[in-house]
T-cell receptor, first 114, second 113 residues
Framework: SAVISQKPSRDICQRGTSLTIQCQVD?????MFWYRQQPGQSLTLIAT?????????ESGFVIDKFPISRPNLTFSTLTVSNMSPEDSSIYLC???????????FGQGTRLTVV | SQELEQSPQSLIVQEGKNLTINCTSS?????LYWYKQKYGEGLIFLMM?????EEKSHEKITAKLDEKKQQSSLHITASQPSHAGIYLC?????????????FGKGTLLTVNP
């Protein structure tokens, strides 16, 4: 398994500002992903965070809005840029440990944009 | 339409009762993950199924993947208030070492003491 620390756990932000969410894993992982869970909805994959290269975004998500960094095999950040109330969601980091077969999730960041 | 359908959307049971949650895919699954989520929190990994006909158990929770690998069921025996939460199934449609998951909308389980 993997222990994932996601920060912050929650935040209330003003529209037009940006928030950076951090995901730290206690071991090296092959894959890191960022998901969004809008109120009352299921999880939607935003992007795959690639170590040492640009993230791979899913349809409907763009780098300008959700820039992602992954400087090493244990850490990634997701920035939610120029926020609007529609960005109010839970954002979750997911990892797949090296040699493992499961995908684990962090505790999530509950974002409210006012 | 949804690739992954979960049923029921919500379920209220009396403590001690058994229950089943279903997850049906519109296409063949490479892997099927079950998670539990407390309201507004992260996901707790329960089980992952890959082989058709596979069945796994953890404490009082059993999950099966049918032979055609298009449907999975999660069964809780003698439910307890601690089982309450949102149960999500996640599908791996890519195979390999991808781990990109498509999720169902979840089943909200309430267990009344």
């Amino acid at each position: 398994s993997a222990v994932i620390s996601q920060k912050p756990s929650r935040d209330i932000c003003q529209r037009g500002t940006s928030l950076t969410i951090q995901c730290q894993v206690d071991s090296q992982v092959t894959m890191m992903f960022w998901y969004r869970q809008q109120p009352g909805q299921s999880l939607t994959l935003i992007a795959t965070a690639n170590q040492g290269s640009e993230a791979t975004y899913e349809s409907g998500f763009v780098i300008d809005k959700f820039p992602i960094s992954r400087p090493n095999l244990t850490f990634s950040t997701l920035t939610v840029s120029n926020m609007s109330p529609e960005d109010s969601s839970i954002y979750l980091c997911s990892v797949a440990p090296k040699g493992g077969t499961e995908a684990f999730f962090g505790q999530g960041t509950r974002l409210t944009v006012v | 339409s949804q690739e992954l359908e979960q049923s029921p959307q919500s379920l209220i049971v009396q403590e001690g009762k058994n229950l089943t949650i279903n997850c049906t895919s519109s296409k063949t699954l490479y892997g099927l993950y079950w998670y539990k989520q407390k309201y507004g929190e992260g996901l707790i990994f329960l089980m992952m199924l890959q082989k058709g006909g596979e069945e796994k158990s953890h404490e009082k929770i059993t999950a099966k993947l049918d032979e055609k690998k298009q449907q999975s069921s999660l069964h809780i025996t003698a439910s307890q208030p601690s089982h309450a939460g949102i149960y999500l199934c996640g599908a791996d449609y890519s195979g390999g070492s991808n781990y990109k998951l498509t999720f169902g909308k979840g089943t909200l389980l309430t267990v009344n003491p």
